[in-house]
């Protein structure tokens, strides 16, 4: 089977769009009552997963989406923590209905309310709720709440370890995403995206966060961001740094998606990071919705890259599916549970 | 003939280091009067420059390195506007200096007295001090003056534009080049370098610069930062964007260097960006001072990956040494004069 580890929930409704708006416009202290959450009922919440996303993974072959509510939504840096935890609370449970909808299509990752405050203890609690009452198989974690300002520790400080030590004991992975960039100089899915990915895979290289948490997984999409075209650079910043050799340093621990739309980013990613580390993604409903003329196909329609190597079938079968059900253990157990 | 495109001048005597640390205590107030520079003599600037990049060009055989201050020393969030002319103004001397002692091996890139300010006419006034006084053939623009933070206008902005036209008067290029990174979130040449060429890239997708200055000419170092690795996001990005296609819209004035120290990474640059758009550079005595244990060889020794390409003649003169006659047409003009 193929799954897709990076999907957003970027087709919601109107109404939760406009929920989002008057629920910013209390917290900024333009309105005075926090509005209630519209009611919305099934046939509109299907009518968007099936003319959209279901659609795509029939269309390019693809058998389940680990999907998140919208990267860009979530907006750290937006609310107090109360509200950051009534919009995560209220995204989670968003996507848990499109999972209930769709359960052979859908699995669940988990917007975690993580805000300015840096308070983690409603973080810790969301993610609680999500594992373990909405059956949720792993969350997005924002190494920069401050939308582009990094005001956050970086990745290794014990900062974050609390949270560490909740995602083991779930057992789910994160993967590292940042959300809309505050800065008119930072485009958020051209240039904010790829720059998190790139700036935490060197503070990865530049901490020892598997040695206190050796059994830790991390996602970082989007290709690693910058991380394998520039592998040389990271490899001898590492030795520099006197850390081990990147395999052993990070690389039992951190996996890329494949979400580079074209083949020779592709292929860079293969040659570099190998199979064992790849999950197939393709942002499914995201960044880039537009088809390369070069090629007549979308540029997300990632797929037809992998397709285009020339990769065993153990290999083929560890990036479309054996990885992700290694890195989410509890996708793994759902999947048997559907016999699958 | 082989030229490099991308070499700082880290190799300072301590005397240059130490004016500076007292230069910075006069800024932040903790020194009451401004410290004098040092004298210097040329024996020991020689040595400097001999046991190094000197040393490196005849080891790996360049011919002449396009040499500008250190970049991470540049440093414009520390001082004012007035503080930030001082430290410009002795540290392109210090480079016109070793212009002066090895007029055969190196040609003048100057580093801008950007400040947190954002006034402009102390840059303009240095860049024509550096070209028409000291010979230089370039400038290194920070478009990040705060260090992270990001609070310039966007490249393609406006308020850049005095620096564009000064630039296309003195017939000289800008290399992209960001300083050190104020938060303990972003290394310097792991993380923050990178990001800023790719933040730049995305910034030139999203503007008009080039229609407004179709003479102006950009380097993106390190490669492009991570633009080659995502060009298919960045080609579908233009698209969303209703740009042109990045070949018509930025390849005819920008320029990546080949800073990307392992095979694939080369391979990729060279099949995305193709030999008309890169130069030669390997950061010379830069980022990474370290021998990759696969190769024997030090991950800075660029040329290394450029001979293993299916190169032609053309293409390879192109790359080492057409695009930057171009691209600096005042280093031509210096070159011919040497009957070169």
């Known amino acids: 089977m193929i799954i897709d580890c990076h999907g957003h929930y970027t087709t919601e409704p109107p109404e939760h769009h406009a929920f989002r ?43 389940l989406t680990i999907l998140s509510p919208r990267a860009s939504g979530m907006g750290h840096h937006v609310g107090s923590a109360a509200v950051n935890a009534e919009w995560s609370r209220i995204s ?23 805000s300015m405050s840096g308070d983690l203890a409603p973080v810790l609690a ?69 720059n998190a990915d790139t700036t935490v895979f ?14 830790l997984k991390l996602i970082i999409p989007h290709g690693g961001g910058a991380a394998p075209y520039h592998w040389g650079r990271y490899r001898g910043l590492a030795m520099m740094l006197e850390k081990p050799d990147l395999a052993a340093h990070l690389m039992r621990n951190v996996w890329f ?11 860079t990613l293969f040659r570099v990071a190998g199979p064992d580390n790849i999950l197939f993604g393709s942002e499914l409903l995201g960044a880039v919705k537009a088809v390369d003329p070069l090629t007549g196909f979308n540029f ?10 020339a990769l065993s079938e153990a290999e083929r079968a560890a990036v479309f599916e054996g990885n992700a059900r290694m890195v989410y253990p509890r996708l793994d157990t759902r999947l048997k549970a559907q016999g699958r």
């Open 300 to 309: 997300d329609d990632t797929r037809r890259y992998i397709d285009a190597l």
């Open 257 to 267: 998606d494949t979400c580079v739309y074209h083949q020779a980013g592709i292929d």
């Open 126 to 194: 969301e993610l609680e709720r999500c594992v373990l009452e909405l059956g949720f198989v792993g969350c997005n974690l924002n190494p920069d709440p401050s939308g582009g300002f990094w005001s956050a520790p970086p990745i290794y400080d014990r900062y974050w370890y609390p949270l560490f030590e909740k995602m083991i004991d779930l057992g789910v992975p994160a993967m590292i995403h940042v959300s809309g960039a505050c800065s008119a100089c930072l485009h958020t899915t051209g240039a904010h995206y790829i």
């Open 202 to 215: 060197m503070q990865l290289v530049q901490g020892d966060l598997f040695r206190d948490f050796p059994e």
């Open 21 to 63: 708006k008057a629920q910013i416009e209390f917290a900024e202290g333009k309105r005075e009552a926090s509005p209630d959450y519209p009611s919305i009922d099934d046939e509109t919440l299907r009518a968007t997963i099936e003319q959209n996303q279901l659609r795509l993974q029939s269309e390019r072959g693809s058998d």
């Open 92 to 114: 989670n449970d968003l996507v848990a209905r499109i999972v209930g909808l769709f359960p052979r299509n859908f699995a669940g990752v988990c917007q975690l309310p993580q």
